[in-house]
Every structure is written in structure tokens, then in C-alpha cells.
């Protein structure tokens, strides 16, 4: 019998996005079930209120079904996604902004076939860019990611580009985490979830997507609105884990106080110094820091914001 894949698309109001990716995909299915040895479906989860994505998915159904999702937030999109593919072997997310390279998927799905079907394969993501960038953004790196040979243990992933084994979530009963609504994290949550069980996630270097960077995020005051949130995230997800979660409590409240001491410190030198990467740098670990204290403290942060 075919192993069977699932595609989930999360999407939000980006019809035209959407357009282009969902042909993309459409062929890198038809190529990995050419073999005989796969049956993928794409599934399309739209959080809009006004169901705006299913027009694009009718062009092309049956290959794409069309799912709405009525529950704002990501977390809500994505349990979604792992029910509707409550019958199938993998599950493969990709965002809605993001672009497959060619062979993506069968890398993807050959990496997880290669080495023993572990519980997750994280794929490579590479940032392109709308416009010009600030110079700060440059010189911080901030959309340049961590790479690895394939086959490296992760201890957690985004669910950026990333393939799941459904029979590792069913056998700990794991989804992703509703009640995270619009705040963020519940990627983290999962993946660390299974790893911390003493399940595999694996590098995959050849599974690359392209993330389509628009102008509004090339700017200061998202990067360090994303790093507050990454770190209000962190403290989050770490004192879910914890046996005494008030003293866990504490030790991150310190630790991001720290984070926004050497965070000050450094952008205060790197200013001194005209070295702009370090200013860049230090301002953000600043922020991760206060993101860090306000999540050890219980307080939400809410990323995925709607206008």
C-alpha cells in the first residue's frame, strides 16, 4: 500500500500568494507519487473568516481540497491540518509565503524513508527579499538560519518546512496546542515535545524553501517585536516542561534580565565602536531578553496579530 502524504498549507488572507505555490506543489506531488510508493494529497487550511482561499483551491481540486478553519490563530490552523490528515502516513507543512526548490518534497520525504521514519524532517529555509533591506538588518543577520549536514539530530523546529510522522503523534497522543491561538510557539511546543520523549527529528540540507520576505518585516521594529515574542515563546514552552515551574519561573526571569543587560551593554559598544552588527545584535537580545522575563512572569504575547 502507498504511503500516504499530506500537504498542509496554512493561509490567511494571501489569495494571490497562494496562486502561485499551490501549482508548485500540485507538481512536486505528481513527482513523488510517480514512483507508485506515495499517494499525496494537498490540503489547504484557511483561517479567514470568509473562507477567501477556496476560490483558488476549486481551479484545482481534486489534486488540492479546500478546508476552512473558522477558529482564529495559527495553533487552531494547524491542529486542523494534523486532523485532516488523520488517516495518513506524513504530514508536510509549508508556509503560504514560501516557494519549494525543486525536489523538495521528495527530499524531504526520502530523508524521512532513509533513516527510519523518525517523528520529524526539518527542511532548509532561505530568505529572499522584497526590496532593499536596512543596512541594520544586514549587518544583524537576522533572517540568516542556523544550517546543518542532513541527517543531524534537531531538539526542535518551526513548522516552516517540515514533515511529521503521523504514527509518532498518534502514539503519544500529540497535536498541536489550541489554546496558543494567535500567540505563537505551538511548533516549538510539539517538536521539543517529541524530543524530549526520546523521539528523532533529522536535518535535511537538500529539502530547501524560499521565504518571500515582504517590506513590512524588513524593518527594525519587526525584528525586534519577533525577537520579544521568540523569547516570551521560549520561557513559555520551557516552564510547560518543568516539574517545579516556579523556580524555573524565577531562574528566567533572571536570566532575561540578564539577556537585557549584556543586550544594552553590547549595543551601547557596538555604538562606541561604529560596529553596527554589534549594535543590531545587542538590541535584540535585549528584546529577547524582556520577552523572556514577561513569559517567565505568565504574561501573553501575541505574534500572529490581525488587522
Same mark, same amino acid.
Given at each position: 500500500m502507498p504511503v500516504s502524504v499530506v500537504i498542509g498549507v496554512l493561509t490567511y488572507r494571501r489569495t494571490q500568494q497562494l496562486q502561485s505555490l499551490l501549482p508548485q506543489l500540485v507538481a512536486q506531488a505528481e513527482e513523488l507519487d510517480a514512483s507508485g510508493r506515495y499517494r499525496t494529497e494537498v490540503v489547504v487550511v484557511d483561517n479567514d473568516p470568509d473562507a477567501g482561499a477556496a476560490a483558488v483551491v476549486a481551479s484545482l481540486a481534486p489534486r488540492v481540497r479546500h478546508v476552512h478553519e473558522e477558529v482564529p490563530g495559527i495553533a487552531n490552523g494547524r491542529a486542523r491540518a494534523v486532523s485532516e490528515a488523520q488517516t495518513a502516513d506524513v504530514l508536510v507543512f509549508i508556509d503560504d509565503d514560501e516557494e519549494p526548490r525543486p525536489g523538495? !518534497?521528495?527530499?524531504?520525504?526520502? =530523508?524521512?524513508?532513509?533513516?527510519?521514519?523518525?517523528?520529524?524532517?526539518?527542511?532548509?529555509?532561505?530568505?529572499?527579499y522584497a526590496g532593499t533591506t536596512d543596512p541594520w538588518i544586514d549587518a544583524g543577520g537576522f533572517f540568516r538560519r542556523r544550517q546543518h549536514p542532513t541527517g543531524t539530530p534537531v531538539a526542535a523546529a518551526s513548522s516552516a518546512n517540515l514533515l511529521l510522522d503521523l504514527t509518532a503523534l498518534r502514539e503519544m497522543g500529540l497535536t498541536f496546542d489550541r489554546g496558543l491561538g494567535l500567540r505563537g510557539g505551538?511548533?516549538? !511546543?510539539?517538536?521539543?515535545?517529541? =524530543?524530549?520523549?526520546g523521539r528523532v527529528l533529522v536535518w535535511c540540507a537538500e529539502a530547501e524553501v524560499i521565504d518571500h520576505i515582504p517590506p513590512e518585516r524588513m524593518n527594525r521594529r519587526w525584528v525586534l517585536r519577533r525577537a520579544y515574542s521568540h523569547g516570551a515563546v521560549s520561557s513559555r514552552v520551557a516552564v510547560g516542561f518543568a516539574e517545579r515551574p516556579g523556580t524555573l519561573r524565577l531562574r528566567l526571569a533572571g536570566l532575561g534580565a540578564g539577556r537585557v543587560v549584556a543586550g544594552l551593554g553590547q549595543a551601547a559598544v557596538g555604538r562606541l565602536m561604529g560596529r553596527l552588527g554589534?549594535?543590531?545584535?545587542?538590541?535584540?537580545?535585549?528584546?529577547?531578553?524582556?520577552?523572556?522575563?514577561?513569559?517567565?512572569?505568565?504574561?501573553?504575547v501575541t505574534e500572529y496579530r490581525r488587522h
Open positions: 523538495w !518534497l521528495t527530499s524531504l520525504v526520502g =530523508t524521512w524513508a532513509e533513516h527510519g521514519r523518525p517523528a520529524g524532517v526539518v527542511g532548509r529555509v532561505t530568505p529572499t505551538e511548533d516549538t !511546543l510539539l517538536t521539543e515535545s517529541l =524530543t524530549r520523549s554589534w549594535r543590531a545584535r545587542g538590541w535584540r537580545l535585549a528584546y529577547r531578553g524582556s520577552g523572556m522575563l514577561v513569559g517567565a512572569l505568565g504574561r501573553d
